[in-house]
């Protein structure tokens, strides 16, 4: 992992004290609201519906067992016991005082994280492949490369103020579980013909009110080139984004509206301008940041305990069947940790539940712990010998829900709860329809189903790539559920398509319940998906499920 230096120390202490001083003044009247406002936002903080909220930084998703203390410490000693983890890979506080914001900082400089850029018109936090330095299909691990980008990103004189936020996903594996075309900017590591490997550059993804997948910009970009080539990118965008509209100011917008080939000509002239000028330095701080990421010592021990609990335990079973993924090392499993319970807050964890989670990374997994778009925690190295006494102890800490990918596996953002900008409730939705599958005992049986639910349009629930995604609006002071279908966030990424006419709340449960039995009926076997069957056929099927007619309902 990297650790930081004496440079980055030093940075992020300063940046502190400077807020320090700023939130001082904003107590004792010195700064009005409206002066104040650009000022927090640059460290973090936002006003939310109830309170201030506080967004940490957790880059590429990757913490250690010290950092996922002392988050657990913050949540008791300036929140309310619990923090929650974001598809942006971060953690949000949403209960701090104004006065401890920056006690909160330092707490966090201790353990080298800070909250810088995770918010405002700038290169936000870098996210990456909660399976990266583990996964089986992965060319090579991508976290150089966003810990590079995080640097050159950071506090960036050029895009401290661009037209709008901007974001990058970088992934190494063949499967994409970085969302890459949903970014301003995807970087999936290819290889190319000579076997070298690369980056397909993908530009204008991204979600909101106008949903668009990223277009491929450059099919094979090399590694030494990938600094100037993503400021390229990004300097052309300052440049030419639109300022006079934000709803309009987004990358995609930018790429829409001049063209494709507009855009990939500006880029790649602006590239050879200021190619020359790195000068090799990148690629001698990229050896240096792989030789940190280099991977641990795995051990080889025999798996036979694992396999006999395994027939011992149904409730094992099903929970290594669900929530393991394969890993490259022979003898280990990439382990997800569902902060999923069946009617919890999706990617709520209590501070006590952090320090199992450290624990257990400290114990058995190699000092290393992810923090996922789909808001669980990864614990990517853990030897398949000491999987049952991983599981106990996430039994006993009410971490050990089996269902990675599965219907109650929901995202959610915090919605009307606790956003000012949200139009309709997130959490209690998720909460129903997780409680109502699991009193049907049949989500096992539909098998892998994602639900994202969003409070407004402006989608932090990522629901327009839900198989079924829910978004929630406000229809004259009611509270009004749209369903989309068919959407897709992996490699063959899909803005679902809009079903038809919304739910009220209390409809909107019965609504998926209806058409989850009923993809059941129409699905070929067993094995065939909800999203295998909605690309089979198509909208109609769904829809008539969805909406029966009234002669349907009459006879039923």
Known sequence: MYHYTDFDETFVRTRVAQFRAQVERRIDGSLAEDEFKPLRLMNGLYLQLHAYMLRVAVPYGTLNPAQMRQLATIAD???????????????Q????????????????????????QTSGNTIRNVTADHFAGAAVDEIEDPRPIAELLRQWSTDHPEFQFLPRKFKIAVTGAAQDRAVTRAHDIGLRMVRNAA?????EVIVGGGLGRTPMVGKVLRDFLPKADLLPYVEAIVSVYNLLGRRDNKYKARIKITLH??????????????????????????????KDLEAAFAPPAFVTKPTDGYEAARLANPAFRSWTDTNLAAHKAEGYAIVSISIKKHGATPGDATSDQMRVMADLAERYGHGELRISH??????????????PAVYAA???????????????????CPGMDYCALATARSIPIAQEIATRFDELKIEHEIGALKIKISGCINACGHHHVGHIGILGLDRAGVENYQITLGGDG??????????????????IVPAIERLVKGYLDLRTDETETFLQAYRRLGLGPFKE????????????
């Open 394 to 412: 996430l039994r006993a800490a009410d971490l050990a829900t089996a269902n990675i990918g599965l219907i109650s596996d929901i995202i959610a």
């Open 374 to 387: 789909e808001q669980n925690v990864i614990l990517p190295h853990v030897h398949k010998s000491d999987l």
């Open 195 to 199: 076997g070298e490997p690369g980056f």
């Open 545 to 556: 499920i969805l909406y029966p007619s009234e002669e349907k309902q009459d006879a039923a």
């Open 490 to 507: 992996t490699e063959t990424t899909t803005i679902g398509e809009r079903a038809g006419p919304g739910f009220s709340a209390a409809e």
């Open 257 to 286: 509206e001049n063209g494709l080939e507009t855009i990939q000509g500006l880029v790649e002239e602006r590239f050879v301008a200021i190619r020359d000028a790195f000068t090799g330095i990148d690629q001698d701080l990229l």
């Open 93 to 116: 506080y949403n209960w701090p005082q104004l006065r401890d914001v920056p006690d909160m900082l330092d707490a966090l400089a201790d353990v080298g994280m800070h909250a810088i």
């Open 77 to 91: 000693r300036w929140d309310k016991g619990y923090g929650h983890f974001t598809t942006r890979q971060n953690i």
